[in-house]
């Protein structure tokens, strides 16, 4: 099993920015079989959306909606996968979620999300 904790949402106005964190805790092999990290966000009255995404050879892919914007990176002396958001807008305010998929089986984790929200 593999263990996520978001933190660093928060409230920031328009255009402005912030960095979230998701700390990956679990087994040395749990850890070992994952093979890429996501985060998502979903808003009220909204479906779950894909943010981007890292793999763990530093793959990046990114929802056109924030291209240019975001940067997903990791950390994996640290076990911690951030996102870095920037130029934020009304629309980014959501719940944001760090995600975690096992190479072995595709079983995916989830941590328990981070809100963010942005004043116009």
């Known amino acids: 099993q593999v263990q996520l904790v978001e933190s660093g949402g928060g409230f920031v106005q328009t255009g402005g920015s912030l960095r979230l964190s998701c700390v990956v805790s679990?087994?040395?092999?749990?850890?070992?079989?994952?093979?890429?990290y996501r985060w998502y966000r979903q808003a009220p009255g909204r479906q779950r959306e894909l943010v981007a995404t890292i793999s763990t050879l530093g793959n990046e892919a990114y929802v056109d909606a924030v291209k240019g914007r975001f940067a997903i990176s990791r950390d994996s002396t640290k076990n911690t996968v951030f996102l870095q958001m920037n130029s934020l807008k009304p629309e980014d305010a959501s719940v944001y979620y760090c995600n975690a998929e096992s190479l072995i089986d595709r079983s995916m984790f989830w941590g328990r999300g981070t809100q963010v929200t942005i004043s116009s």
């Open positions: 679990g087994t040395v092999n749990d850890i070992k079989d994952i093979g890429y």
